[in-house]
């Protein structure tokens, strides 16, 4: 028998609304091994594939009872309260020695996506843990596990930061070791969701083209749009982005949408679907003012895609939002970036001189442009 705390862990049951957090059981272990069956759980998860029964048991008779016998840590099976079927697993890895901080860990199985489990399971052991005395508790998940993140947020954990090369890849084409961002509350948090930095956007249409959120798969477009001929023209840099940078810019894209200024969508073609182009969304400073970037790939220039997408987003953002101004700006030769904004209903507001830097070293003027929210 093992404590934390003056708590005995051994036979410790926890209680939220729908869910019952208890000691796993060997009789676990067929409905661990049928869930880990999907493949979808694999894609954060460094767990073997694939998943056999002798994973399964080892796993309820072995690692997930340990840490409970040895006071480490507080592992739970999750299962609802009103059917007692297992949902999921939680973990509260607890300090060791004087240190007064904790991680907590999380899986739910792929057919109870998207039912709030993770949340109130993470919401259960965080209280139990603070109410023992813990002064911190984190949670980290892969950089693209965008749904991990939204259940760290909903839980009441403040993004900290990306802890580079911290986390053992999936065991789905794993290859080695990812970032990890990094969620926290301390015992003086107060006991509610972290706003996401952006509202959630459904894909727009407009018939055309399709505006929706840019994500992990989107790495090509994004390497395309910035390395082809006439992109370069307009560049700010020399050096074209390399692959593995469209590829952390993509991966990273729904994270920094949910913690950072930073939103990246996608222009597509709406008829094939296919990417188009970028629009990159940013707060500048100067609350709810939104600045915007973007550019078409080479063979759907011509078509108003632009224009398009700015009309789309502009809608979007005086509508659901609280943002009250759009702004962006060009090189004052890049009559074809100009067109676009003015054909949107921008107003073009003045030139900056040798304000935005070429490729050559040398220095361009920019024009800027802006739209505010209609009246009433």
């Known amino acids: 028998m093992a404590g934390w705390s003056g708590v005995e ?91 007064s901080s904790a991680e907590i860990g999380y899986w739910i199985a792929a057919a109870d996506w998207g039912r709030g489990y993770a949340t109130e399971a993470t919401r259960t052991l965080t209280r139990f843990g603070l109410a023992n005395g813990l002064a911190r508790i984190q949670i980290r998940c892969e950089v693209p596990n965008a749904a991990s993140a939204v259940v760290a947020l909903r839980a009441g954990f403040a993004f900290e930061g990306v802890s580079r090369a911290s986390l053992r890849s999936g065991g789905l084409g794993g290859d080695g070791l990812r970032d990890g961002a990094v969620f926290a509350r301390t015992a003086g948090d107060p006991d509610k969701p972290v706003e996401p930095s952006w509202p959630k956007l459904e894909p727009l249409s407009d018939g055309v083209i399709t505006l929706r959120p840019g994500g992990p798969d989107d790495w090509p477009v994004l390497l395309a749009e910035a390395n082809n001929e006439a992109a370069r023209q307009w560049a700010l840099y020399d050096k074209p982005m390399p692959e593995a940078g469209a590829r952390a810019m993509a991966a990273r894209a729904p994270l920094d949408r949910l913690v950072s200024s930073q939103n990246l969508l996608l222009i597509c073609e709406a008829a094939s679907g296919a990417g188009a182009g970028v629009l990159g969304l940013r707060r500048p400073g100067p609350p709810n003012v939104v600045a915007l970037g973007y550019g078409v790939l080479p063979e759907f220039r011509g078509r108003g895609f632009t224009a398009r997408a700015l009309r789309l987003l502009a809608d979007w953002a005086f509508s659901t939002t609280p943002t009250v101004r759009l702004e962006l700006g060009c090189k004052a030769a890049n009559v074809a970036s100009a067109r676009a904004a003015l054909s949107a209903g921008f107003t073009e507001e003045g030139r900056m001189g040798c304000r935005l830097p070429n490729p050559d070293g040398s220095h361009s003027d920019e024009i800027g442009f802006g739209l505010v929210r209609p009246a009433g």
């Open 9 to 99: 862990l051994d036979g410790l049951v926890l209680h939220s609304g729908r869910l019952t957090l208890r000691p796993w059981q060997p009789e676990d272990a067929a409905a661990v091994r049928a869930v880990m069956a999907d493949e979808r759980m694999h894609q954060h998860l460094a767990l073997p594939w694939p998943y056999t029964d002798s994973d399964a048991h080892a796993f309820v008779t072995g690692h997930a009872r340990a840490g409970r016998a040895a006071g480490s840590r507080l592992d739970c099976a999750i299962a609802e309260n009103a059917s007692g079927r297992l949902v999921g697993s939680a973990t509260l890895q607890l300090p060791v020695g004087a240190d």
